[in-house]
């Protein structure tokens, strides 16, 4: 079965890093996109970024842009979320997303998402 296993979140100051994981099992890694999205309480959901595993495009959302780094590592299935400079407007569970395209992967269209994992920025 499809399977999106996200980790790496925790509560960190402001101005600190994390990094985020999601580890993908159940379909063949190289032909998807992947991306992360966030949702605070009594907030839309939102895109933070994505990338395609097979031609390494990526986005980032303007809020994240400069400060965040996607990645992927093909032989362990997985791909990474680098957050520096966290602001407590980054607080929010963290969602990764798969499905063919970075276009369907952030236009909502994903049928496979992860679990989630809270990320909390202190001031």
């Known amino acids: 079965e499809v399977q999106l296993v996200e980790s790496g979140g925790g509560l960190v100051q402001a101005g600190g890093s994390l990094r985020l994981s999601c580890a993908a099992s159940?379909?063949?890694?190289?032909?998807?996109?992947i991306g992360w999205f966030r949702q605070a309480p009594g907030k839309e959901r939102e895109g933070v970024s994505c990338?395609?595993?097979?031609?390494?495009?990526?986005y980032y959302a303007d809020s994240v842009k400069g400060r965040f780094t996607i990645s992927s590592d093909r032989a362990r299935n997985t791909v990474y979320l680098q957050m520096n400079s966290l602001k407590p407007e980054d607080t929010a569970v963290y969602y990764c997303?798969?499905?063919?395209?970075?276009?369907?992967?952030?236009?909502?269209?994903?049928?496979?998402w992860g679990q989630g994992t809270q990320v909390t920025v202190s001031s």
């Open positions: 997303a798969a499905d063919l395209t970075v276009g369907s992967v952030l236009g909502g269209w994903s049928t496979s």
């Open positions: 159940g379909f063949t890694f190289d032909d998807y996109a």
């Open positions: 990338i395609s595993i097979n031609d390494g495009s990526t």
